[in-house]
């Protein structure tokens, strides 16, 4: 089955950066387009990047453009989310997400909190 594991969170200071991964596997990675999610308490999980199966595509929640990257590696079964000049609002839950039996599939979840 579907087994996304995320990792990379944590607590860091405003200004600071994260690297967040995503090992996928029971499916075939490399056909798919991943993404990344978060929520944060109280609110909805919203979209934040996707990538294409090759990567060369990639697109990015307005909020994070020009700070975050999304990337992947598909001899890996790897994507992953650099993060650079967080935000206090950037705290929350961030989650992988792959779409390989038309349903949607979630990881565990990261969580990352940035402070002021």
């Known amino acids: 089955q579907v087994q996304l594991v995320e990792s990379g969170g944590g607590l860091v200071q405003a200004g600071g950066s994260l690297r967040l991964s995503c090992a996928a596997s029971?499916?075939?990675?490399?056909?798919?387009?991943m993404r990344w999610y978060r929520q944060a308490p109280g609110q909805e999980r919203g979209l934040v990047a996707y990538?294409?199966?090759?990567?060369?595509?990639?697109n990015y929640a307005d909020s994070v453009k020009g700070r975050f990257t999304i990337s992947r590696d598909n001899e890996k079964n790897t994507i992953y989310l650099q993060m650079n000049s967080l935000k206090p609002e950037d705290t929350a839950v961030y989650y992988c997400n792959a779409r390989p039996n038309s349903q949607d599939n979630w990881g565990q979840g990261t969580q990352v909190t940035v402070s002021a």
């Open positions: 029971g499916f075939t990675f490399s056909s798919y387009p």
């Open positions: 990538i294409s199966t090759r990567g060369g595509i990639t």
